[in-house]
């Protein structure tokens, strides 16, 4: 069987090992920059959580974070694996109105009804667990605690990137950079893949992986995947503040930070100003947003963070999926040998290596056999089923 994947990025990589190495299939990946420059997987501050409102996001985020918590080993690499530097000190959100709270308690039922332990934090008691931080206003918070089969936190994105290209490529399956243009499409089956260079690529089965891009090569072949690429700043910044025990959170205003490895180093953003447009280029960085909603927001809600120096700053593309936030996966209708896995609005890194096993036991088998990815089918646009989820920064 002749599997050409389009799109190296970590969904991609994912698949494409979970093919050869659990069904034996090497596919060909075709990726238009393998340097990556571009790409959401090198990109990405890649935060990991089970605080979601919907099940199925809540279980394939834990089931990939038991992957990433034994990622050498899972890859078979060794000592060869780059360093993923998972850490888990959670996700914090916080509700400043009636409201919001009452999704916080409700969001806690369905969590803990899938053993994740978050734990719903009076204002005082958020003020005595991160005594940095300012509480007059908030209503109540709900942090995520890490346990043995659930937590929360964030890891290295491009080295689980590399990590699943590293140990696909160990097993024969080829990366070949080039850019896909359009496809041979003959009835219900695409037949081959036309590159940017002129040549078609011969293929029993075709996986749409191309993350942000995948909405416009869909419309190639004539399907219409709501998915687009929305540009998201992150800007990291130094500080005064040491929180080594900080966790990930997410301001009522949707304003969010995080710290990083270095003392006094914090990752922060929010929602874009305005439109959220499609397809802004990602070298213009609008510092506007830092300057005029998050350095006020955070002065605010951390008094240390009055004083603060952006080190760095730069954007990436979330692959949004307009209809519901969430992702698309599994057979593309009307062909019988497309699929795709894409649209998971921010969710996509800590989610590759659940999709990844499923979609490849889907291509491979006919069926999903570890975890039932069907809440994610594609077909549930056409249905006018949207799986709607409330947890999204």
């Known amino acids: 069987m002749q599997v050409v994947i389009v799109g190296g990025g970590v969904m991609g990589a994912a698949t494409a090992w979970f093919l050869a190495r659990q069904h034996g299939i090497r596919a ?19 935060a990991i959580r089970q605080q979601f409102s919907t099940a199925i996001n809540i279980r394939v985020s834990q089931a990939s974070l038991l992957f990433y918590r034994d990622f050498a080993t899972q890859l078979e690499l060794g000592t060869d694996a780059p360093a993923l530097g998972l850490t888990e000190p959670g996700y914090l959100y916080l509700s400043a109105t009636d409201e919001g709270a009452s999704r916080l308690r409700a969001h ?69 950079e080039a850019t896909v243009r359009d496809f041979v499409v ?39 995947l709501p998915v687009r690429a929305r540009k998201r700043d992150v800007f990291a910044v130094e500080s005064s503040l040491h929180a080594p025990d ?14 990083e490895r270095e003392p006094g180093v914090f990752f ?4 874009p100003r305005g439109d959220d447009t499609d397809d802004l280029p990602l070298d213009a960085v609008d510092h506007g947003l830092f300057d005029e909603v998050i350095w006020p927001v ?42 795709t896995a894409c649209g998971f609005s921010g969710h996509g ?20 056999q570890s975890l039932d990815l069907s809440p994610f089918r594609v077909s549930r646009l056409a249905e006018g089923a949207p799986l709607l989820e409330q947890n999204v920064i």
């Open 28 to 46: 060909l990946v075709l990726e238009r920059d393998l340097g990556y420059h571009l790409a959401s997987s090198a990109r990405s501050v890649c």
């Open 268 to 271: 922060c953003g929010a929602p």
């Open 298 to 339: 955070l002065a605010a809600r951390v008094p240390a963070f009055d004083a603060l120096k952006v080190r760095t700053s730069w954007a990436g593309y979330y692959e949004m999926n307009t209809v519901d936030h969430n992702g698309l996966v599994g057979a593309v209708a009307p062909y019988a040998n497309l699929y």
């Open 186 to 224: 003959r009835e219900d089956r695409v037949t081959a893949v036309g590159t940017g260079a002129g040549d078609q690529v011969s293929a029993d089965v075709v996986v749409l992986t191309a993350g942000a891009w995948s909405g416009a090569l869909a419309g190639a072949v004539g399907v219409d």
């Open 108 to 176: 806690q039922v369905l969590q803990q009804a899938h053993d994740v332990p978050t734990r719903l934090l009076e204002p005082d008691a958020i003020a005595t667990r991160y005594p940095w931080m300012q509480v007059g206003d908030l209503t109540l918070g709900s942090l995520g605690v890490s346990t043995a089969t659930s937590g929360e936190g964030w890891f290295d994105g491009y080295a689980a990137l590399q990590g699943f290209r590293q140990a696909a490529v160990r097993l024969g399956v080829e990366f070949r």
């Open 246 to 259: 900080a966790p990930l959170v997410i301001d009522p205003s949707g304003v969010w930070f995080r710290p």
């Open 349 to 368: 890194l800590q989610q590759a290596p659940a999709v990844g096993r499923g979609l490849a036991e889907l291509i491979a088998t006919g069926g999903y």
